[in-house]
């Protein structure tokens, strides 16, 4: 179907009014900051949803001033006129996380800035968003208290939010420890942490695509679907972040959070409203359905690889333990693939393939919904197995949309039927030609809008960490049932051990070609 034979009918929009607030970036000098968070606010400030008011404050250690950091921003945003706009409203502030003169400073410059901008300050929200490793959160998290910068007033307004980047812990244990921590300075309603999927548009459509629809949710289920898999590919490596991926692994740094996320949304039951909390429960009950793993049979339901030399679109790629700052010895996983069961009414014996991992052929993020053959066929000789049963795409990314493929009728006097692919692209209904937001737009509006749906409670963040945490254990001391850590070569979809896992079931992963 030609792209632009897509149309919107009617429509509804809530109104998203921006709201006074000033948000201070702890990290600004930093890769996250300048490739995603600056640009995500210039483009908030460009649709018109940053408040006249509110101010950007960029705090690193390195010694700078306004104008270096713009000149620094530049060479990542580029040049122009709205950009310089942008920037009468963007100040930078360094100094050493861990001294309390430095917060002394922070709330005098803040207070400084707010009143140039006329804002009010018993109405002006802030943000402290770090930006930062985890390491330091605890420490700038006190120091904020300390200084009285996340005192609320118990009205909650003005509010005061802190954002988080993961990984939050790396079990549960740590998890627990540092969630305790963060508490004896923040209420839950002050935390907002991030997990950039929730904040694309395919994972957030996955609400309204159940929830608004009747078509799908009455065969949402064992009844009719046969296996659900989750794939999130990267072509690149292990980039400019050997120290924290080779001590994470990938299992910590995609399943705990962006796999399971997208997992909770796919599979859990009906909220009772869209209100965060009504959300998250849902998506706790259904984490909590989730049957842990056994230990003894580990390596039957969960494929662990690491990449070797190859090639990615022609070119040469070095295997990981020859990347720059990897071990030559590590046994990090850099793929994984598992199989698990929901243990609930709606999905009993459905098995969810989940995959991710680095230097595969192609960047690809997709939840694929396989539905099972048709009972019967009438169409002789064909049996009901000959004919492809119907599946549904959702693509996160790189093209967001989604793709359902029916039996249909070939145009002629012959009766040829096959597969028909309706395939959606969001960018094709986009009018404005403005490409699609970055999740993080979404994500930082939210969190100045006080919106925790797209956020991480730590309850699931717990329950993340107590399926995950006996994996890790396992795979760390007990090499006999953990299995082998398997080689495959950058460029491919992994091990063929992770082929088998589906493959054992007559199910097969849905490989993107082009
Ligand atoms: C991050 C992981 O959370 O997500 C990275 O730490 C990974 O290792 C990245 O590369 C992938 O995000 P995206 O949006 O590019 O799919």
């Known amino acids: 179907m030609a792209s632009g034979e897509y149309k919107w009918r009617g429509g509804f929009c809530l109104e998203v009014k921006p709201v006074p607030n000033t948000i201070v970036i702890f990290g600004?000098?930093?890769?996250?900051?300048?490739?995603?968070?600056?640009?995500?606010?210039?483009?908030?400030?460009?649709?018109?949803?940053?408040?006249?008011?509110?101010?950007?404050?960029?705090?690193?250690?390195?010694?700078?001033?306004?104008?270096?950091?713009?000149?620094?921003?530049?060479?990542?945003?580029?040049?122009?006129?709205?950009?310089?706009?942008?920037?009468?409203?963007?100040?930078?502030?360094?100094?050493?996380?861990?001294?309390?003169?430095?917060?002394?400073?922070?709330?005098?410059?803040?207070?400084?800035?707010?009143?140039?901008?006329?804002?009010?300050?018993?109405?002006?929200g802030r943000i402290f968003y770090l930006s930062m490793?985890?390491?330091?959160?605890?420490?700038?998290?006190?120091?904020?208290?300390e200084s009285g910068l996340t005192r609320e007033d118990p009205s909650g307004v003005p509010w005061r939010h802190v954002i988080l980047e993961k990984p939050f812990g790396r079990d549960l244990e740590s998890a627990r420890t540092l969630d305790a921590r963060l508490h004896k300075t923040l209420q839950e309603h002050q935390i907002y942490r991030i997990d950039h999927y929730l904040g694309k548009e395919t994972v957030q459509n996955l609400?309204?695509?159940?929830?608004?629809?009747?078509?799908?949710?009455?065969?949402?289920?064992?009844?009719?679907?046969d296996n659900i898999q989750i794939t999130v590919a990267e072509t690149v490596g292990v980039e400019h972040r050997a120290g924290y991926f080779d001590s994470a692994g990938l299992l910590r740094d995609m399943f705990q959070n962006h796999i399971l996320e997208m997992l909770s949304l796919v599979a859990m039951e009906i909220p009772s409203s869209s209100a965060a909390?009504?959300?998250?429960?849902?998506?706790?009950?259904?984490?909590?359905?989730?049957?842990?793993?056994?230990?003894?049979?580990?390596?039957?339901?969960?494929?662990?690889?690491?990449?070797?030399?190859?090639?990615?679109?022609?070119?040469?790629?070095?295997g990981?333990?020859?990347?720059?700052?990897?071990?030559?010895?590590?046994?990090?996983?850099?793929f994984v693939a598992m199989?698990?069961?929901?243990?609930?009414?709606?999905?009993?014996?459905?098995?969810?393939?989940?995959?991710?991992?680095?230097?595969?052929?192609?960047?690809?993020?997709?939840?694929?919904?396989?539905?099972?053959?048709?009972?019967?066929?009438i169409f002789s000789p064909l049996r009901a197995e000959d004919l492809t049963p119907n599946q549904l795409i959702l693509n996160v990314q790189p093209q967001e949309g989604l793709a359902l493929t029916i039996q249909a009728k070939q145009p002629g006097p012959k009766l040829c039927m096959g597969a028909l692919s309706m395939d959606?692209?969001?960018?094709?209904?986009?009018?404005?030609?403005?490409?699609?937001?970055?999740?993080?737009?979404?994500?930082?509006?939210?969190?100045?809008?006080?919106?925790?749906t797209l956020f991480i409670r730590n309850d699931t963040i717990e329950?993340?960490?107590?399926?995950?945490?006996?994996?890790?254990?396992?795979?760390?001391?007990?090499?006999?049932?953990?299995?082998?850590v398997y080689p495959y070569a950058a460029g491919t979809w992994g091990p063929k051990a992770a082929e088998d896992l589906t493959a054992r079931n007559n199910v097969f992963w849905r490989n993107e070609t082009n």
Request: proline residues 7%; negative net charge.
């Open 28 to 124: 600004a000098s930093g890769d996250l900051a300048c490739r995603k968070l600056i640009p995500a606010l210039f483009h908030l400030w460009k649709r018109g949803l940053l408040h006249e008011k509110s101010r950007i404050v960029g705090c690193a250690r390195t010694p700078m001033d306004d104008v270096s950091y713009h000149a620094l921003l530049r060479k990542w945003i580029g040049d122009s006129e709205e950009l310089e706009d942008f920037f009468t409203r963007l100040h930078y502030m360094h100094g050493d996380y861990s001294d309390p003169e430095f917060y002394r400073d922070l709330s005098a410059g803040l207070d400084k800035i707010e009143k140039e901008a006329d804002a009010d300050p018993a109405i002006t």
């Open 133 to 145: 490793p985890s390491a330091l959160y605890e420490t700038i998290v006190n120091r904020l208290g």
């Open 207 to 225: 609400l309204v695509l159940r929830f608004a629809n009747t078509i799908f949710e009455p065969v949402w289920n064992a009844n009719y679907i």
């Open 277 to 318: 909390d009504s959300i998250r429960d849902e998506k706790l009950k259904l984490l909590k359905s989730i049957r842990p793993f056994d230990r003894k049979t580990l390596a039957d339901s969960i494929i662990r690889g690491q990449y070797t030399a190859g090639e990615i679109n022609g070119a040469p790629c070095p």
């Open 320 to 334: 990981y333990r020859e990347e720059p700052g990897i071990p030559s010895e590590s046994r990090t996983e850099t």
């Open 339 to 377: 199989r698990l069961f929901i243990d609930n009414w709606r999905w009993r014996g459905v098995p969810f393939y989940l995959r991710s991992g680095k230097r595969m052929p192609r960047k690809t993020s997709n939840i694929v919904i396989n539905f099972k053959p048709i009972p019967h066929s």
């Open 424 to 452: 959606f692209k969001y960018a094709s209904i986009l009018e404005d030609g403005s490409g699609m937001p970055d999740a993080y737009e979404r994500l930082l509006l939210d969190c100045m809008l006080g919106d925790q």
């Open 463 to 484: 329950y993340a960490w107590s399926l995950l945490t006996p994996i890790l254990h396992e795979w760390e001391t007990n090499a006999e049932t953990a299995g082998p």
